[in-house]
């Protein structure tokens, strides 16, 4: 017989406020691609036709460079983030829950960085 309380047993185990802030950043995020989305979507098949070089103008413009950055920032972000939740609620495994969500992360470090970057050397017409 246990003389331990459900709270006493409960101490130690993470505070049930723990996700919010997860569960905030991924809803802003979602929220963020929404306008995002249909913004490229739309440009992308308003440029249906154009050769690479109006394609590389139009990475140029300021507004635009800035726009794909965001796109790029939240699309990343969001995707880490719900594939961390699925790793969290299906791996029981410890030591593999905790490698994988590494790999995530880092995933999206590496592919995020590598997209702002190619933008980036588009706008400042380095990747010409």
């Known amino acids: 017989m246990a003389f331990r309380t459900p709270m006493k047993t409960a101490r130690g185990l993470g505070s049930a406020k723990d996700g919010t802030a997860h569960w905030w950043a991924q ?13 490229f979507v ?11 070089a109006v394609f590389l103008q139009w990475i140029s413009s300021p507004v635009v460079t800035v726009l794909l950055v965001l796109l790029i920032v939240a699309t990343f ?15 029981h495994s410890e030591p593999i829950k905790i490698s994988a969500i590494i790999a995530v992360k880092g995933l999206a470090i590496v592919l995020g960085v590598a997209s702002v970057v190619a933008v980036l050397r588009i706008a400042l017409g380095a990747g010409i």
Do not use: F, K, M, N
């Open 27 to 39: 809803r802003l995020t979602a929220l963020a691609l929404i306008p995002l989305t249909i913004w």
């Open 42 to 52: 739309a440009s992308v098949a308003a440029l249906t036709g154009a050769d690479h």
């Open 77 to 91: 972000h969001h995707a880490q983030s719900g594939i961390q939740v699925v790793i969290e609620d299906y791996v």
